[in-house]
């Protein structure tokens, strides 16, 4: 009966949740809306048939999620007017490349591959045929494993699918005989990559095994306008693993670089390097991006050489210098022309016109430079320099106007330099009639005239080299270093001045009888402000520890010494422990690396041969530059004297640490315990030794150290009858023990013995 009642229960329960399931009406939708949802759905019709199995995900894979096709802008990319042949539009090469759907960019799913890499997620089809016939249709598991009745587990992970074919055919040889085999790939697993950077369609892709860098770059709509096409980057384990230059496919049909994906690969593509425009009479005309390296000519040969009708004597070069001023250069890449060629090395932002041989223009005339028009002009019978410096305009500053060049060509292929004075023609005079093909060139000051340079070094903010204008005086210089600093030598200068043979000589500038004003500056002179004598701000020390009153201290003059910084401390405290002061100075290992120390150390360590004949340099000496900044003091007779004998002269910087009264007497070394003893008055090293477990059979007894608190060392034969006071330290060394092969030795000795006997046997019968 209750079993009754609780199944009339739970068909009422889902009575009751059907009953109230939110029904969803099309009434109210539009059948226009309805119409759209059921063309945008509808199935497309393909006229090949595939077969497309369910999709594998691995432990660390997740489903894919819809890739939104975003609409990439295209921009309008035009070349800025110029005066050289162009195409109406110059686009981008190789950006065409992939305007195909994505949908027939896929890798294909083919049923073999002899160097297919196996891994999780791949459906295997195994076929048996002859005295046993067998079919299995096998998925590889998420360890990478295969299970294959009667056989047992492969591991397949990482096997080609030749290899697995070879590991199978011996695993069935071993159960059935007189059979034969055949391996194929069914389905083929998904793998997870990733499109960053300049691409169209960037995000997340899952995909086939099978997909190639080319295969995912065309899914991608591949690099944006702004994306390289010579810098795509595979990057696998956080690691570059190629670097794709599609140009080389583009234009050799180089495929090397598309190697086969592995999931959690990224493809990255950078924004575009240096671009150049070439147009005229070359076979491709277009926007090429450059590596750096490439010339005219080589740009010549991406734009697939030149037309039968280009004219190669002059190939006009358009750039911008780094005055952001245009500038024209002609190019000759014609080597029988009889003229040296100039391929130039290209920059970014250059447009490279080729001419051509009908094109080329007669009764025209040419300027370039520091104009504001340069390029090509008419030319009538009445022309004049002075109306083509009109057409091109000058630059309103920084053009040379004592000499312009103008280029004249003949028809015998000679050119001659005429020179042109500017101030001369534009006030009228030496005006004359130009000729066909004329070319007018302006420099500009800079490219003219050397820069003058001046300098200054010593106690300035800015010492270093500076630009000597017009009537430049020392004032001036000295203002433009940033002003003098507070320890300036401000009653004279010294300037070394450099006359036109070279030689130098001195100037003392006495600044009590002269003004820096009126010392006028000639090129490449070198001023020198000297330090006041004995200048003397701020230096300091420390003195830290058992004193009355620690902490830094600013030195009253340069005389001022230890026992002085003593008393202004208001000296030691009940405490104290004066001998065992450490007195520190840094400025000594400094001195120590300016006289080259540690190098001269390092050359004079011995040299040891080993067993290949290498000869190895043996570390005796271990400099350690630190411990040599501890000063050696005697602070008994410093007190004592009141600091008339063993006084020390403080410098800046100086530590000066004054100890606690020590514990006891610290024993360390090769000794039975390493510790510190009681300390008792009269008593020597060997009874501390004693104490402290006297020596280990390790132990160097005759290199004993007896470490005083000043910072004394005893060593050597008597050290252990020294006495001991407080705060002394003794350390006793271990020995070094040779280990011998005694076998070795007694027989070299038997040997060497023998030959003896044997020798002196023969003398006797002689």
Known sequence: MRIIIILIALVILLVAVSWFKPAYCTDAVPDSLIKNYLEEFRPQKTGEKTYNSPEFYGASQTPPLPVQKETQPV???????SNAPTVTELEPFGYSLFNVPSELSAAPEI??????????????????????????????????KLF?????????????????????????SSIYSDFKSSVSLGKIRSIRIYLTGEVKRPGAYTVSSLTTLFNALYLAGGPNLRGSMRNIQLIRKNEIVTTLDLYQFLLKGDSKSDIRLSSGDAIFIPVTGPRVRISGAVKRPAIYEILGNETVSSLLGLAGG??????????????FSPEDEKEVIDVNLNGNSGKPVNDIALADGDRVAVFSLYDMKRNVIYIDGLVKHPGEFERTDSTTIRDLLKLGELQPKNVYYDRANLFRRYPDRREEVIPVNLNQILSGQGNFLLQDM??????????????KY????????????????????????VFLAGDLKKNAYQLGFEIARTDSLGRVRLEYID????????????????VFVRQIPDWFLHRSVVIEGEVQFPGQYALLSRTETLYDLFSRAGGFTERAFPKGIIFQRESISRDLVRKNLPEMVQNSQPLHADSAGQFKKVEIVNLNLESMNRVIIDVDRIIDS?????????????????????????????????????????????????RAGSFTRQANKKETRLIKADGRVFAGNGTLRRKVEIGDAIVVPSDIKQERDWLKTISSAVSIVGGILTSVFIIDKL
């Open 148 to 172: 294959i009745p009667k056989v047992g587990e492969i591991v397949v992970w990482g096997l080609t699918l030749a290899d697995f074919e070879a590991a199978v055919n011996r695993k069935f």
């Open 454 to 477: 001046v300098y200054i070094d010593g106690e300035v903010k800015k010492p270093g080299e500076y630009l000597l204008y017009d009537n430049m005086n020392l004032a001036d210089l």
């Open 75 to 81: 921009a309008n990319i035009k070349p800025p007017e």
């Open 511 to 526: 600044l009590s009888k002269t003004k820096m004003e009126a010392v006028l500056l000639l090129e490449d002179d070198r």
């Open 306 to 319: 030149t037309a039968a009708d280009a004219y190669l004597d002059r190939i006009m070069l358009e750039r």
């Open 642 to 690: 009141k600091g008339s004998r063993g006084n020390v002269t403080l410098q800046n910087g100086d530590r000066i640490y004054v100890p606690q009264i020590p514990s006891g007497i610290s024993v360390m070394g090769a000794v039975g315990a390493n510790g510190t003893i009681k300390y008792e008055s009269g008593k020597k090293v060997e009874y501390y030794v004693k």
């Open 111 to 144: 049923a073999d591959a002899a160097d297919y890499i196996l891994g999780p997620g791949d459906n295997i089809v195994i076929y048996l045929w002859g005295k046993v016939e067998k079919e299995y249709n096998l998925t590889v598991d998420r360890q990478g």
């Open 438 to 451: 004329d070319s007018l060139h302006v420099y500009s000051i800079d490219e003219v005239k050397r820069r």
